[in-house]
């Protein structure tokens, strides 16, 4: 398993125009993490020739495009919007393309199956984000199983308070054989992460991609610091 860093984690800052991308990549690659993932309300631009830019920025950095988020709010804007941020994420190099947003992915299903297509002729993975409700893991499974894609599989939404006690834990046990990234809620520093039992259950399914750290507690660039340090403690 590899760590990266979202943009996520630095809402605030990006709305008030105190973090820009480059800035987030200078700080992601001193804290020491792999990878950066990056929201596409945070790109200042789509463009190709963007990407291209990005691109050499964070080569300079020796940081790795994790992956691209991508907010879906209606099914009629899902593919366009789609089409041109996984165009930039291909360009970019990125390793997939994560869709966040509705609680019912069925809504979605021929907008999926069409963007499922799209992903394999670029071989650009696309996660569906897990909604965080208990019971959601099973209707996103089976659309899964209905779509059919290699290229179609799910961004697994944890909490670090999550336990094998906690209701939500089947759900993620129903998720890890599809998840193709993993999205990191960090709630409490109280909390080490060198004690999640998530990471356990992504191992028993032989997951190798990243972990995106996408929240931590205010401030998040002092949070990140604290949290950097226990990454190399954690098996890999």
Not at 47 to 72: F, K, M
Not at 112 to 118: F, G, I, M, T
Request: aromatic share 8%.
């Amino acid at each position: 398993m590899r760590w990266a860093c979202g943009t996520q984690c630095f809402e605030a800052e990006f709305q008030s125009g105190k973090m820009s991308i480059n800035t987030f990549i200078s700080v992601a690659s001193l804290l020491g993490f792999e990878g950066v993932e990056i929201d596409e309300r945070h790109l200042p631009s789509t463009r190709p020739s963007y990407a291209q830019i990005l691109r050499e920025r964070l080569a300079e950095h020796e940081v790795v495009p994790a992956i691209i988020n991508l907010h879906a709010a209606t099914a009629e804007e899902l593919i366009p919007k789609a089409e041109q941020v996984m165009s930039f994420a291909r360009e970019l190099r990125a390793r997939a393309v994560c869709l966040v947003g509705p609680e019912d992915w069925a809504v979605f299903a021929d907008a999926l199956k069409s963007l499922s297509e799209l992903s394999e002729h670029l071989s650009l993975p696309i996660g569906l984000s897990l909604p965080t409700k208990v019971g959601a893991a099973k209707p996103l499974c089976d659309l899964l199983d209905d779509i059919a894609s290699p290229y179609l599989g799910v961004c697994m939404e944890v909490f670090s308070e999550i336990t094998p006690q906690s209701e939500f834990w089947q759900d993620l046990v129903r998720v890890a054989p599809f998840t193709l990234h993993v999205h990191l809620h960090v709630t409490d520093l109280a909390k080490s992460l060198t004690w999640l039992p998530v990471l356990e259950l992504l191992r028993e399914v032989e997951y190798n991609g990243f972990i995106s750290i996408v929240r931590t507690p205010e401030p998040a660039e002092e949070s990140l610091r604290v949290l950097s340090s226990q990454l190399s403690l954690i098996a890999r």
